[in-house]
């Protein structure tokens, strides 16, 4: 079977969006420092060892989501760019 070039369509749309979820997923994986920070903060604060040591915990984490979200977004952003270049150069 042939391949056939993909019909109507905004590739210029696709490479928007992509662009825009990387821009969010790097700004998402940078909170992941400072939410550890807070945590840190927050349980230094506390005074009650069992207390400081939920918060450390819960600050390590919450970063390592925020970090893990950021990259997964920076992935898909990555993944609908080169989606919207394959599309250019098959004719979309």
């Known amino acids: 079977m042939l ?5 109507g369509g905004n590739t210029e749309t696709i490479g928007s969006g992509g662009a825009k979820l990387r821009r ?7 909170m992941e420092k400072p939410i550890q920070s807070f945590g840190s903060a927050s349980a230094g ?8 040591g939920a918060l ?3 600050g390590a984490a919450w970063g390592s989501f925020a970090h893990g979200t ?18 250019t150069c098959a004719g979309g």
Do not use: C, F, M, Y
């Not at 969010?24 to 940078?30: L, T, W």
């Not at 604060?45 to 400081?52: D, I, K, Q, S, Y």
């Not at 950021?70 to 599309?87: F, I, K, M, W």
């Open 24 to 30: 969010s997923g790097k700004a998402i994986d940078a």
């Open 45 to 52: 604060a506390a005074g009650e060892p069992t207390l400081a």
């Open 70 to 87: 950021g990259v997964h977004l920076q992935a898909a952003g990555e993944l609908a760019s080169n989606t919207s270049a394959d599309l």
């Open 3 to 7: 391949a056939r070039a993909a019909v």
């Open 56 to 58: 450390r915990r819960a």
